[in-house]
Structures are given as structure tokens and as C-alpha cells.
T-cell receptor
Framework: GAVVSQHPSRVICKSGTSVKIECRSL??????MFWYRQFPKQSLMLMAT?????????EQGVEKDKFLINHASLTLSTLTVTSAHPEDSSFYIC????????????FGQGTRLTVV | AQSVTQLGSHVSVSEGALVLLRCNYS??????LFWYVQYPNQGLQLLLK??????LVKGINGFEAEFKKSETSFHLTKPSAHMSDAAEYFC????????????FGKGTMLLVSP
């Protein structure tokens, strides 16, 4: 299958700072990227969907000003957690899907964010 | 609207025993169905998927699942569990278009004992 690389795998930051997480599709063009958040021992909750060159579509309850998503190219999307708080600590996972009609989305390895 | 219900947050089996992880879905459109596996602190790996055609689908690592429309089910099975199968398993559903998003179940942790 196609490869999606997510970086960093772990990050610890201080409260009030911002953290950027990158998601790259290494061997295909990702027209759509998805960002999920996963709490311990729980399922993945979709945060937002982004299409290359367009503004992201956020799920209800997700603060768009806090979780900034950029999908400027067909191989890179970024999630920036702004003014991080301890309650933002979580596991964040991206996935990427290729051209329309392709049913499979490929997942990155995830990023463990800890805000202290 | 779509939803997924995975029965049992934990399933324990002995090595060599049958693995059965249950998944029921609801969907207002013909569904595409997926099973993913997640190891600790890692992303998701696709085990298998059903889109159209044969209702019994075979995936990686000896897993298979059967789409039963009348029962709105997509249970995951493996004839003989291996220690390396211990992980979290997620069932997911999407619509049948390229624009559809995945809706995940809450996951089932598979525990395998020697």
C-alpha cells in the first residue's frame, strides 16, 4: 500500500506554545487528507477534512482557530495546535486518500502530543 | 448518517483458538466496510475491506470478514490466533463515493494468551 509519513511521532511542549504536525504522502498524490484525534483507549474522532488548495472542513465542536490545518500541496498537510493546553494532549493521526474514487485512505503513524 | 457498533471492548482468546470480532453497522447508503488494526502508539493498518462483489473478503495475516447485508454485520475472523495478533481492532464504514469519510467503531482489544 501507499505510505503516509507523520512527523514528529512524539512531542512534548509547554502550555501556551504552538506545535506543528506534518503529514506527508510519500508515493502518491493526496487530494484529501483527514486529521483524527484519539483519546486513550477510545476510537478515532475525525477533526477535519482538507482538500488540496482549499480550506479545511472541520467537524462540529472542533475549534478551527485552535487546530489550524493547511493542505498547500498534494503531498503535505500540516496540523498546528495553537496555544496548547494540557487538555490538548492526545494522539493525533492523519490519513490521506488519492484521487477521487479511490476508497482507501492510508494512515500515518500518529503523533503523541503531551502538553505540560 | 453512518454508525458502527463493535460488541465487546475486549476479547480474550488462547493462542491457536478462533478469533471472532463483531461489527454491526448502520448506513443510509450502500456501505463500504473496513477493518483496521492498531498496535500501541502507531497508526492504523488496513486488514481488509469490502466495497462491492464477493461478500467474503480475505485480508492480510490470515484474517477474513463476511459482509451480511441482512444482518448489517461485518464480523472479522481468523481460524487460529497468534500472539502477534494482540492489538486493537477497529471496524469502519464509509459511503460508496470518493468523497465519503470513515466512521469508526470504538475498537476491540484482542488479547492472546499462550
Amino acid at each position: 500500500g501507499a505510505v503516509v509519513s507523520q512527523h514528529p511521532s512524539r512531542v512534548i511542549c509547554k502550555s501556551g506554545t504552538s506545535v506543528k504536525i506534518e503529514c506527508r504522502s510519500l508515493d502518491f498524490q493526496a487530494t484529501t487528507m483527514f486529521w483524527y484525534r484519539q483519546f486513550p483507549k477510545q476510537s478515532l474522532m475525525l477533526m477535519a477534512t482538507s482538500n488540496e488548495g482549499s480550506k479545511a472542513t472541520y467537524e462540529q465542536g472542533v475549534e478551527k482557530d485552535k487546530f489550524l490545518i493547511n493542505h498547500a500541496s498534494l503531498t503535505l498537510s500540516t496540523l498546528t495546535v495553537t496555544s496548547a493546553h494540557p487538555e490538548d494532549s492526545s494522539f493525533y493521526i492523519c490519513s490521506a486518500r488519492g484521487q477521487t474514487g479511490n476508497t482507501e485512505a492510508f494512515f500515518g503513524q500518529g503523533t503523541r502530543l503531551t502538553v505540560v | 448518517a453512518q454508525s458502527v457498533t463493535q460488541l465487546g471492548s475486549h476479547v480474550s482468546v488462547s493462542e491457536g483458538a478462533l478469533v471472532l470480532l463483531r461489527c454491526n453497522y448502520s448506513s443510509s447508503v450502500p456501505p463500504y466496510l473496513f477493518w483496521y488494526v492498531q498496535y500501541p502508539n502507531q497508526g492504523l493498518q488496513l486488514l481488509l475491506k469490502y466495497t462491492t462483489g464477493a461478500t467474503l473478503v480475505k485480508g492480510i495475516n490470515g484474517f477474513e470478514a463476511e459482509f451480511k447485508k441482512s444482518e448489517t454485520s461485518f464480523h472479522l475472523t481468523k481460524p487460529s490466533a497468534h500472539m502477534s495478533d494482540a492489538a486493537e481492532y477497529f471496524c469502519a464504514v464509509s459511503g460508496n463515493s470518493g468523497y465519503s469519510t470513515l466512521t469508526f467503531g470504538k475498537g476491540t482489544m484482542l488479547l492472546v494468551s499462550p
